[in-house]
């Protein structure tokens, strides 16, 4: 579908298009497309509804997504179940998830990936033609499915291919610059067109945002430059929606790292299921060192453990040149490999490295963001037809992310999301001069974007932005520390209205709009790490090392009265009695059996 399908209008003396759409969903990776395939199920219309995505069809950061999707299944260990997998949710969120969600996504999960196999998706199988499953870190069961090293890939292909086959419209390269939203109530969006340099208006009943998250507005970061910049959580939040648990920023240990690899690869993720499959972590000594940290899980600890691992060795002088330590899965026979890591082998081959035969060099990097929009138990927002989904949602993953879950909370909370708003669709009929008044005067704002010729490069604020986050509220943080962060980002924000865009169609333009929201994410990042007064999960504080007890609660930031962001903290629900019991037997994974 174009978006020259819509009618033409003006306002502000700024031309537009207009499009009717009951249902826009913004973002075109899994969790809009599993999103989409439920509304069709459910009964809506295809032609009510329209998938929009930055990026081509299919160029979506769920194929990113390598090692893993979750769910209970017991392929090899029957005795898992979702209130286990829960269980360890909640251990590896700190206990700051809320458990509702977290139910939400272990329930459901077994199923999706019995429709994902229905579906076409082409699993790696055990030898009873079952899915396989792999051990990920903080699991006491093998309950990671895979297809190989590319499940992202593979899961958004079988995604797409469904969706195409209810002929669901989508368009691509559309940037949503702004929500609008009237009586907490949405109205509609505005955007642009990113090849022709377009305005358009979306007069819609529901917006669901699946937009992905914020970790590529750190300077070493797993994404593409140009996604994850904090797009829906910075819509949702200039609309008037609440920010939550924004401070808890995962650092995935593996991230490539070396004058050997070049800048392109520098922070891409090396998958957990390297080390899923067996994978040894050393350092430039030659030692073992997670055999110091974490005696009895190894490397299948916890992502946080294991990335603050790597950190201290490499801050302690015991890390490569390169500023890395070595991941070595040579021990492996090559076919194996070869099978269960196709795509890693041939990147490192690509880059003349056999993993086979030698091991590769990894750091941190920044992964995922815990935090984003709070919702409630169906994904809709405070603001009535308002919803947010996968990494654009906060609530499923507390303080660290269990590896595996991301792509598990994408086709759940699609499922779940889609359900709800199927039931909900508003049947229309709203008075649109407000969205066209509001669209109207946005558009005039992006046109003196457009034509701005100050004096600073977008593209370099972004960097800026991205150095001071890495810097100030990195792996290890610290009260001194992010108030200068905010400093510095004050001084960027003032930058920021004095920019030089090339034109519409320019890369310039794009970056502008991406440093505008990760302008307010990073604020949240900042803000809410400094109320965090403890270290938990993924924030680590070296003035506060130790867990609060006390601050067992989520950080919520709102837009206050006078348009800056405030702060507030929200209790943390309780789980449900079977998983409390499940939490009570106390499941742990014995790594040393896979020896």
Known sequence: MSIDDGAT??????EYETIDQRVLIVGAGAAGARTAIELVDQGVPAEDLLVIGKRGHGDAHTTWARGGINGALGTHDPEDDWTIHAADTL??????????????????????????????????????????????????????AFAGD???????????????????????????????????????AAGYDMDAGEFVVFDTDVVLLAAGGYTSIFHRHSSRDDENTGDGPALAYQAGARLMDM????????????????????????????????????????????????????ELDARDVVARANAQEISEGRG??????????????????????????????????????????????????????????????????LYAIGETMAGVHGANRLGGNSLAETVA?????????????????????????????????????????????????????RATLWTHAGILRNGEEMTEGLEELAQIRHKAADIDVGGPT????????????????????????????????????????????????????????????????RSVGEPSESVQEALDEGHELDYHHLE
């Open 247 to 298: 401070e808890f920023v995962q650092f995935h240990p593996t991230g490539m790292v070396g004058d050997r690899y070049g800048d392109e690869w520098d922070g891409r993720l090396v998958t957990e299921a390297v080390r899923g499959e067996g994978g040894h972590l050393y350092n430039a000594d030659g030692e073992r060192f997670m055999e110091r940290y974490s005696p009895d899980q190894m």
């Open 506 to 569: 320019s890369r310039s333009f794009e970056f502008a709009m991406n440093l505008g929201f990760a302008l307010d994410v990073a604020e949240s990042i900042l803000k809410g790490g400094q109320k965090r007064t403890e270290s938990r999960g993924s924030h680590a504080r070296t003035d506060y090392t130790e867990t609060d007890s006390d601050q067992r609660h989520n950080i919520v930031a709102q837009k206050d009265s006078v348009g800056g962001m405030g702060l507030s903290t």
């Open 413 to 465: 909370y699609g499922e779940a999301a889609g359900e709800a708003i199927a039931e909900h669709l508003p049947v229309g009929g709203e008075d649109d001069d407000l969205l066209h008044e509001r669209a109207g005067s946005h558009f005039a704002d992006l046109t003196k974007v457009v034509n701005s010729e100050g004096t600073h490069d977008p593209e370099a604020l972004l960097d800026e932005l």
């Open 9 to 14: 209008s003006q306002s502000h003396g700024s």
């Open 91 to 144: 251990n590896e969120g700190h206990f700051v998830n809320d458990p509702e969600k977290v139910e939400t996504v272990t329930q459901r999960m077994p199923d999706q990936l019995r429709k994902l196999d229905e579906w076409g998706m082409p699993f790696s199988r055990a030898e009873d033609g079952e899915p396989d499953q792999r051990y990920f870190g903080g699991q006491s069961f093998r309950r990671t």
């Open 320 to 385: 490569t040149e390169s500023g890395g330590v070595y991941l070595d899965i040579s021990h492996r026979d090559a076919d194996f490999i070869k099978e269960r890591l196709p795509r890693m082998y041939q990147r490192f081959g690509d880059l003349g490295v056999d993993m086979a035969e030698e091991p590769v060099e990894v750091a941190p990097t920044a992964h995922y963001g815990m935090g984003g929009v709070m919702v409630d138990e169906n994904g809709q927002t405070d603001i009535e037809g």
């Open 150 to 188: 590319h499940t992202g890939e593979s899961m958004l292909d079988t995604l797409i291919d469904q969706a195409q086959d209810r002929s669901i419209p989508y368009s691509e390269n559309v940037y949503i610059t702004r929500l609008i939203a009237e009586d907490d109530r949405i109205q509609g």
